[in-house]
């Protein structure tokens, strides 16, 4: 589904990534893993259409996608969490969702000047899609709270159900767990695994929490320094003996 | 010849305004390399150097004073006094309390200052613009007696000569003073110099402090080349001088001073070839071009976004 | 300790004595083409060594002070209040509007002809502040040049009246039109620029319009401005005394009543009124509509929004064109309601002025906006003698609110939306 070639990109002197590559399928959870200044949100930078990468291909669903601006490529169902959440701070959580579906809704000025009754009929579906989505993550309740007031792992629960209702193909978590207590983090695993069985939603994942990594991860990739270091089962990744040395540093 | 001494005459008037335009903009520059908010009043700032200026020369020649060297230093160091207290004071009062909070807030406040201080002068010296008298006359001409002559006033030399200098003790101390080096490092990384002890909201007032000193050094010069000051004089070569700080790359101290003379002798030369009418036209299209084709300036480094 | 605040206080004094006496205590005044310098008045000089005392001792007494303030804040009985329960609040707020629509339609006809004048000035306020309350609040996009798109409503009237004799009524949503066309022009390319370049770039293209309304003299008319601004009409009646425009019938005439001059004040203020509920009802629409959620949510991270497929340029196009269009609305109106405009009515502080009315009455709050817009217009009427004072007040105030009440007076307050649970 989502095919990764070759994947560089430069800034100035600095060659952040070089030569990754990644593939996912349909249905599939797939890691990326690395210690921190790997390169990883870099490469989703490149994914997500906020870099134009310096060379190497990306295709997804069978077409190039590499340099399409990047409101584009989240069109095409390919949509992005942030390291750092990013939500939409000063308006309630159901907006948040809301103006996430504003494609899905009646652009028409007009049509929504006069509330014709085809918008009223889509503004209805979208808050339907909303609220079941709000049920999903448990946030129904704190649906007219500024979503800047929810509480931390609430954030997060709430940016991941803001990629749903877009209705994506592929998604793409960067560190989901971070910041999130053992608990939440076992809450998240269930979560991610049910987008992948209940909704074919894959996934590509950053993340550096281990234990969730090998959990649910269908394949993982290993980059250190921007470069493709292994990729394999999560078996075979814990037997890798180059992974453990970047991890670990060699004896 | 005469095409040639035309043009000579027009690149000389350009490079005059153009180097006072300068000294605005390092004011804008410093600024925005620091803590990166636009400075709106510092238009305002230089106006009143200029007032100020004007006063003490004023006053110095009802009580008798005639040197003229002495005349101008006095003005000079009375109207840097005072702009560099106001530019302090503003920063203290506007700005700090702003700093850090979304984007529009500081820049909001920044338009708020800038319109009370128009109308505080306003208010308290009028509207009308005054006379400021030329202290410095004459100058050389070259070009024959009857054809086309090229002069350049004593004026126009006064104002090169004076920039230059401010410029190269600026320059001196940026690079070698204790607190120059605490600015570099503040504009590198605010927080950072922040946990290594630097006071970073003294190097802040520092730099509004250092602008505003510029200013009124402009501001004096400015305000005898054309003979005529304002309440408003300040805003329209506050756009231009920000102009030229973006047009170098803001952010960039010789940035400032190449965007100050390219856009003072763009301004020259559709005053001279064109009509006076279009040059503010001229200068702000000059920046809406630079802004949407290279808005890193002509020195200034590319920004990454980080996400 | 108290040395040093004693040290701070009476440098921050004599900062205060060097800013305020030059420019306040001497005076430049031109006779001739001498120039002399006098003292002011004794009640200046009072004025600035109150001053000096006043910073002295509030730096030294700062913690204190403070201290106390926040004492008279707590001391607040609304401040425990709970907010009201969403739904009760928006029917307030629309119970607020509607009277504030009902009261402005009766009250005409009870007014003097001056107040009716004045409130006509203040709906075209309105709009305007409507209209950048859009660009600035809800999208947030600081645009310092908006006057330019009034402009171009006012001209784009006065200048199809005079070269096509084209009538208010077809003028109106033509000024609209190409104001928006404005906005659209200029938003494309600039749009993609930080939020600070944007104001220095629209505070240019605000100038360069105004120039070139001032030196396209053939056109235009240059500083002269452009005259004879026909009034609007009623079903083809005029409200003058006489028929000026061939197979118009007059307003008295075809209803038998006696000549009188207030009628067309009161029917350009009724217009006024009719345009500016409109503006007032489709932003209020719109705000809830997808567009307005993605202005919203372009404002609160840009970076989030794209990454949603909202593409920039287009979400801040929408309303950069939107708001130009309320502008020329408000030109058309106010270009017949002065009947000659020039290009003195189109400068930057203008421009100011409407934004210090979006920022006081708090951004993207439109009840604040119509507050705030008919306190900035009134209140110098009222204190005449305070009214060369309203810049500098505007200044201070904008610089204040931004201090202690960013989100303006009146906040805006977000809409809870209803959710079937199932």
Known sequence: ?????????????????????????EKEIVSIIGPNGAGKTTVFNCLSGFYQPSGGTISFEGKEIQGIPDYKISRLGLVRTFQHVRLFNSMTVVENLLVAQHRHLNTNLFAGLIKTPAYRKKEEKSLERAAYWLKQVGLLDLANREAGNLAYGQQRRLEIARCMVTEPRLLMLDEPAAGLNPNETRELNQLIIRLKEDYCVSVVLIEHDMSLVMDISDRINVINQGRPLASGTPDEIRQNDDVIKAYLGEE | MHDVLYFLQQLINGLTVGSAYALIAI????????????????????????????????????????????????????????????????????????????????????????????NYVHLAQGSRNIGFPSLIQGGITMGAEDGFQTSISYMQITIFVVTLVCMTALSMFISKSRLGRACRAVSQDLKMSNLLGIDTNRIIAATFVIGAALAAVAGLLLGMYYGSIDPLFGFIAGLKAFTAAVLGGIGSIPGAMLGGLILGVAEAMTSGYLSGEYKDVVSFGLLILILLFRPTGLLGKPEVEKI | MVAQNIKHALFCAVITLIISYPILGLDLIAEGIQIKLSGADTSTYIGIAAAVLIVFLFQLF??????????????????????????????????????????????????????????????????????????????????????????????TFALLSQYYDISFWVALPLGALLAAAF??????????????????????FGEIIRILLNNLTSLTGGPNGVGGIPDPTLFGMEFGRRIKTEGNTSFHEVFNIPYNSDHK?????????????????????????????????????????????????GVKLSAFTIGAFFAGFAGTVFASKQGFISPESFVFLESAIILAIVVLGGMGSQLGVILAAIAVTVLPELAREFSEYRMLIFGAAMVLMMIWRPQGLLPMSRVHIQLKQE
């Open chain 3, 265 to 313: 004040v009161i029917f350009l203020y009724l217009i006024a009124l009719l345009l500016a509920v409109v503006t007032l009802v489709v932003i209020r629409r719109l705000v809830r509509m997808p567009v307005g959620r993605s202005w919203e949510a372009l404002r609160e991270d840009e970076i989030a929004a794209r990454s949603l497929g909202m593409s920039r340029t």
């Open chain 1, 1 to 25: 589904m989502l095919d990764v070639r070759n994947l560089s990109m430069r800034f100035g002197g600095l060659l952040a990534v070089d030569g990754v590559s990644l593939d996912v399928k």
């Open chain 2, 27 to 118: 004011g804008y520059t410093m600024v925005y390399g620091i803590i990166g908010m636009i400075n709106f009043a510092h238009g305002e700032i230089y106006m009143i150097g200029a007032y100020i200026s004007l006063i003490v020369i004023t006053g110095l020649a009802t009580l008798g004073s005639a040197w003229l060297p002495l005349v101008l230093l006095v003005a000079l160091i009375c109207a840097v006094i005072v702009s560099s207290s106001m530019g302090w004071a503003v920063e203290r009062v506007a700005y700090r309390p702003v700093r850090g909070q979304h984007r529009l807030i500081p820049l909001i406040s920044a338009i708020g200052m800038s319109i009370f201080l128009q």
């Open chain 3, 62 to 155: 700062r913690p204190a002070i403070t201290g106390s303030l926040s004492a008279i804040g707590a001391a607040n009985p609304l401040r425990d209040r709970k907010p009201l329960p969403q739904d009760k609040r928006v029917r307030l707020e629309r119970a607020a509007l509607i009277l504030i629509v009902i009261g402005a339609l009766l009250w005409p006809f009870f007014a003097s002809r001056g107040s009716v004048d004045l409130a006509t000035l203040v709906l075209i306020y309105i709009m305007l502040g409507l209209g950048l309350n859009v660009v600035v609040g809800l999208a947030g996009l600081l645009d310092l040049g908006y006057v330019a798109f009034y402009a171009v409503g006012a001209y």
């Open chain 3, 183 to 204: 906005g659209f022009l200029l938003g494309f390319p600039v749009l993609r620029l930080r939020g600070d370049y944007l104001a220095i770039v629209t505070l240019g």
